[in-house]
């Protein structure tokens, strides 16, 4: 009752919007109402043209074939009814294209009227989004996030745009699974407006492996009440399928779209070799990837990824390799965490992408930000042990293409600092724990055949429903002696994908942060702008923000923090990004 109690509001909400809108702003009504969008069948053609046009391009690899194999297999098995489906494809393995291909022609087959694909990382949600825009146009496709921004847009684009995002009323929706699923369990009218529109809806999770242990009972209940009861189809798309055999709490068993999987070991079995380090001083591996030329280190947190950084910026200096420590960048030595802003994060990604195709040096150090989704092609790659799933997708930024003349190599460690093992955070170790078990297990040698094990073991000691999420909705009924009224407001409270601790704070970075600026604080409605400052917000820990307070690096206008222009020369660096106060500099960065 939970879910048709809610959908029963969004349907309740969105027509009153809708028609207080159509009284209030007749204008806005009538650009709602003039927008020309492409029919499921229209989408489908357009795919089907340029696929077709791709794949007379691509050369006769063994890389290419496979893909061509799961396109071919996700339009077979599009006819199929409706349900829940898995799509399980090896990174490289063409599945952000294949997966929409099946969405689409599912939609005609089953008379659908979306395809929503829901991804866990904006950075990825604006690469999709791209990608779609420049197949099937930009106003067939709706990208919904917190850092999109509509100043590339036309005026009547804007506000088409802009109107569509209410209610998802878009034939092609890409997003993130928090607006997915924090909508799906909101009270709030603003949020749950859009919910009725994902009924009939084929409704893509792009790295499935991403839904969060204590939410996953409650998560997964809705994905087979969407399914069984409002005719949409759900897909887990990934390279890491978590094993959710018997963890479905309706009983579901998902149908697997890509059946035909010989052309896996060819085409990706061969592509990298994976080596395990066992436990190594962080001197031994800042040596190993500062002598290197085009190099990969994913690390488990931001802390780690800076100092190891900052060491193979110093050893590269000693080595003879690099002549300037304050712009490392232009010499091949960059960093990525998120510790810097979006926008900032995108500029180096695209350096560091120039720098691999013309063969220079190429040496990244970054947190786990860089793994899911972010197509680069590294030859070496080393990660810190974690969770198995997420070792194998770094390893999915390694020979990505299959270009190499043999495998690339993922070599896999653990720090320890004089001698004893270094110890992370709590999930994060525990991670690393479930992993190493698994590991040894297998005689010490890492597998991607150990996914579905460590899965396994990994959901069989977590708390699936820490918030009793599923056990509120699942035994409140309408039909009962008395009335109970469902918990929609605590359901609200206790779904939050992401527990953030940190506070937004804006970097006037670059001219374009510059401009931002000033026309916040010419603002006569600051919070409107909210949206536009996140590619310009680094989310700042609540213990770490005193100290900038009393370095007078910031300032409030509410509702915001903004790092001052002085404060952004001297806290932000156009290395590393924001550095805690005691570390600022005067003389990098002109912001």
């Given amino acids: 009752m939970f879910v048709l109690e809610h959908f029963l509001y969004s349907s309740l909400v969105d027509g009153d919007y809708l028609d207080t809108e159509r009284f209030m702003t007749p204008e806005a009504s009538e650009a709602r109402e003039a927008r020309e969008l492409a029919n499921m069948e229209e989408l489908l053609a357009k795919l089907e043209s340029h696929m077709?046009?791709?794949?007379?391009?691509?050369?006769?690899?063994?890389?290419?074939?496979?893909?061509?194999?799961?396109?071919?297999?996700c339009l077979a098995t599009a006819v199929q009814p409706s349900g829940l489906y898995t799509m399980t494809v090896p990174t490289g393995g063409g599945k952000t294209l294949s997966s929409m291909a099946f969405g689409l022609?599912?939609?005609?087959?089953?008379?659908?009227?979306?395809?929503?694909?829901?991804?866990p990382y904006t950075s990825i949600v604006e690469q999709t989004a791209a990608t779609l825009k420049a197949i099937f146009g930009a106003e067939n496709v709706l990208e919904h996030h917190s850092n999109y921004d509509f100043r590339d847009?036309?005026?009547?684009?804007?506000?088409?745009?802009?109107?569509?995002?209410?209610?998802?009323?878009?034939?092609?929706?890409?997003?993130?699974?928090?607006?997915?699923?924090?909508?799906?369990?909101?009270?709030?009218p603003g949020k749950s407006r859009k919910v009725h529109n994902m009924a009939r809806s084929v409704i893509i999770l792009d790295e499935a492996q991403t839904l969060p242990d204590e939410l996953l009972k409650p998560s997964l209940a809705m994905?087979?009440?969407?399914?069984?009861?409002?005719?949409?189809?759900?897909?887990?798309?990934?390279?890491?399928?978590?094993?959710?055999?018997?963890?479905?709490?309706?009983?579901?068993?998902?149908?697997?779209?890509?059946?035909?999987?010989?052309?896996?070991?060819?085409?990706?079995?061969?592509?990298?070799?994976?080596?395990?380090?066992?436990?190594?001083?962080?001197?031994?591996?800042v040596e190993r990837i500062a002598a290197g030329r085009e190099v990969l280190c994913v690390v488990g947190t931001r802390g780690l990824a800076r100092a190891i950084y900052d060491n193979v910026v110093a050893r590269a200096v000693e080595r003879g390799d690099l002549s300037d420590v304050k712009r490392a960048f232009d010499e091949g030595y960059f960093h990525l965490s998120a510790f810097m802003i979006p926008g900032h994060r995108s500029a180096m990604l695209e350096r560091i992408r120039e720098r691999l195709?013309?063969?220079?040096?190429?040496v990244v150090v970054s947190t786990q930000?860089?793994?899911?989704?972010?197509?680069?092609?590294?030859?070496?790659?080393?990660?810190?042990?974690?969770?198995?799933?997420?070792?194998?997708?770094?390893?999915?930024?390694?020979?990505?293409?299959?270009?190499?003349?043999?495998?690339?190599?993922?070599?896999?460690?653990?720090?320890?600092?004089?001698?004893?093992?270094?110890?992370?955070?709590?999930?994060?170790?525990?991670?690393?724990?479930?992993?190493?078990?698994?590991?040894?297990?297998?005689?010490?040698?890492?597998?991607?055949?150990?996914?579905p094990a460590f899965f396994q073991t990994r959901y069989g000691s977590e708390c699936l429903d820490a918030k009793g999420i599923f056990q509120k909705t699942a035994t409140k009924n309408l039909i009962s002696d008395r009335f109970e009224t469902m918990p929609f407001e605590q359901c609200a409270l206790d779904y939050r994908i992401i527990q953030d601790d940190s506070v937004p704070v804006f970097v006037p970075w670059g001219a374009e942060g510059r401009a931002l600026l000033k026309e916040l604080l010419a603002s006569e409605n600051p919070a409107g702008m909210a949206m536009r400052l996140q590619r310009f917000s680094v989310g700042v820990p609540i213990w770490s923000i005193e100290g900038y307070k009393q370095?007078?690096?910031?300032?409030?206008?509410?509702?915001?923090?903004?790092?001052?222009?002085?404060?952004?020369?001297?806290?932000y660096r156009e290395d590393v990004g924001l550095v805690a106060a005691g570390e600022e500099v005067l003389e990098l960065l002109s912001c």
């Fill in 223 to 285: 994905l087979e009440e969407l399914a069984a009861g409002y005719g949409s189809s759900m897909v887990l798309c990934t390279a890491t399928q978590p094993a959710l055999e018997g963890l479905w709490p309706f009983g579901a068993e998902p149908r697997e779209i890509v059946q035909h999987r010989d052309l896996f070991d060819e085409a990706f079995g061969g592509r990298v070799a994976y080596e395990s380090l066992g436990t190594i001083e962080q001197a031994d591996l």
């Fill in 357 to 362: 195709d013309r063969k220079e040096r190429c």
């Fill in 551 to 571: 370095a007078d690096a910031v300032e409030e206008l509410e509702p915001f923090l903004i790092l001052k222009e002085d404060g952004c020369r001297s806290f």
């Fill in 369 to 451: 930000l860089v793994e899911a989704g972010v197509d680069v092609d590294f030859p070496e790659v080393y990660r810190e042990l974690a969770g198995l799933d997420s070792v194998v997708q770094a390893a999915g930024r390694c020979n990505r293409e299959g270009r190499l003349p043999g495998a690339g190599t993922v070599r896999v460690f653990e720090l320890s600092v004089d001698g004893e093992r270094q110890k992370t955070e709590t999930w994060l170790e525990k991670m690393k724990g479930i992993a190493r078990d698994v590991v040894r297990e297998n005689g010490g040698r890492v597998d991607e055949g150990l996914i």
């Fill in 52 to 73: 077709a046009e791709l794949m007379e391009k691509a050369g006769d690899t063994s890389v290419n074939r496979a893909r061509r194999s799961v396109y071919e297999d």
């Fill in 153 to 188: 847009l036309d005026d009547e684009e804007k506000a088409r745009q802009r109107l569509a995002i209410q209610n998802w009323d878009a034939p092609i929706v890409v997003t993130t699974n928090v607006q997915l699923f924090e909508s799906l369990f909101s009270n709030k």
């Fill in 105 to 119: 022609r599912h939609a005609v087959e089953q008379g659908m009227e979306r395809v929503i694909v829901a991804i």
